[in-house]
């Protein structure tokens, strides 16, 4: 199985900052990772699809890089609402997997 | 507007079975591959199982390989995970996934608000 690791497990951040999210699959698995937002007692929300393609009606702020094994998921100006738990996932093969979690939370 | 409505949770002995449901409505549902994920309480989310539009090609997470079967009612517009065997470490919040299209390559664009198995005597 392809295990995901995050980094880091949480983040406290302000209104406006930048933040960077890390995952990091354990092969290769090409472009094909996701990334979703969740919050407290809410289903998780789709953000981007094939590392870098952001989901109809998520806002431009949010972007996703990388390839192979290191991926990124930038919040270029942090808003009240993007405080949540933010996942990264590999859709290469099955299982398809997880990674841990990263908290955002605010400073 | 894509809705994905799950149903059929609750509280279940050790041991047991239970059917959830998930309706599915504003897509083509025979077309799009769907999912299962579940979340243990204060936990991280984990896949569970997928199958294909057609309903040929199914996958499973090892944990529940053996005791859970995916099956979708296309007629329907219905995804099923039917659940045996079910053990305390089961309990979660179950949630039906909508994939970006036929395969999972994209993963998944659309989630249903989650119906909540807990297994405890």
């Known amino acids: 199985d392809i295990q995901m690791t995050q980094s880091p497990s949480s983040v406290s951040a302000s209104v406006g900052d930048r933040v960077t999210i890390t995952c990091r699959a354990s092969?290769?698995?090409?472009?094909?990772l996701a990334w979703y937002q969740q919050k407290p007692g809410k289903a998780p929300k789709s953000l981007i699809y094939a590392a870098s393609s952001l989901q109809s009606g998520v806002p431009s702020r949010f972007s996703g890089s990388g390839s192979g094994t290191d991926f990124t998921l930038t919040i270029s100006s942090l808003q009240p609402e993007d405080f949540a738990t933010y996942y990264c996932q590999q859709t290469n093969s099955f299982p398809m997997t997880f990674g841990q979690g990263t908290r955002l939370e605010m400073k | 507007e894509v809705q994905l409505v799950e149903s059929g949770g609750g509280l279940v002995q050790p041991g047991g079975s239970l059917r959830l449901s998930c309706a599915a409505a504003g897509f083509t549902f025979s077309t799009i591959a769907m999912s299962w994920v579940r979340q243990a309480p204060g936990k991280g989310l984990e896949w569970v199982s997928a199958i294909g539009g057609s309903g040929v090609s199914i996958y499973y997470a090892d944990s529940v390989k053996g005791r859970f079967t995916i099956s979708r009612d296309n007629s329907k517009n219905t995804l099923y995970l039917q659940m045996n065997s079910l053990r305390a470490e089961d309990t979660a919040v179950y949630y039906c996934?909508?994939?970006?299209?036929?395969?999972?390559?994209?993963?998944?664009?659309?989630w249903g608000q989650g119906t909540m198995v807990t297994v405890s005597s």
């Open positions: 092969q290769g698995i090409s472009s094909w």
């Open positions: 996934a909508k994939a970006g299209g036929s395969s999972h390559y994209n993963g998944f664009d659309s």
